[in-house]
Nanobody, 126 residues
């Protein structure tokens, strides 16, 4: 059974950087698009960034554009989310979703057809 595992979260200060990793335990990782989501306490899950299966298309939420970068290394079966200039509004549980699609997946795509990780907590304090 395919598994998705996030790592790299932690507690940092405002302005710091973190890199989250999403490792997918399935050999055909290059057939899957990847999306990062986040959910703060009591809030709905929010889309953060997405990358296509070939890595040639990306999408970012306006709130993270210019600060976050999504990437993937298929030989490592891993996708990354580089997060710079973190602020308190970035505090959330970050989830990785992986789904076999030629497009950029949304939350429903992952829930219906893909795989979720269990999340990695990011806490930003001043």
């Amino acid at each position: 059974q395919a598994q998705v595992e996030e790592s790299g979260g932690g507690s940092v200060r405002t302005g710091d950087s973190l890199t989250l990793s999403c490792k997918f335990s399935k050999f055909s990782f290059d057939e899957f698009a990847v999306a990062w989501f986040r959910q703060a306490g009591g809030m709905k899950r929010q889309e953060v960034a997405k990358i296509s299966m070939r890595g040639d298309r990306t999408w970012y939420a306006d709130s993270v554009k210019g600060r976050f970068t999504i990437s993937r290394i298929d030989t490592e079966n891993t996708a990354y989310l580089q997060m710079n200039n973190l602020g308190s509004a970035d505090t959330a549980m970050y989830y990785c979703g992986v789904v076999s699609t030629t497009g950029l997946p949304g939350e429903e795509d992952v829930s219906r057809f893909g795989y979720w990780g269990r999340g990695s907590q990011v806490t930003v304090s001043s």
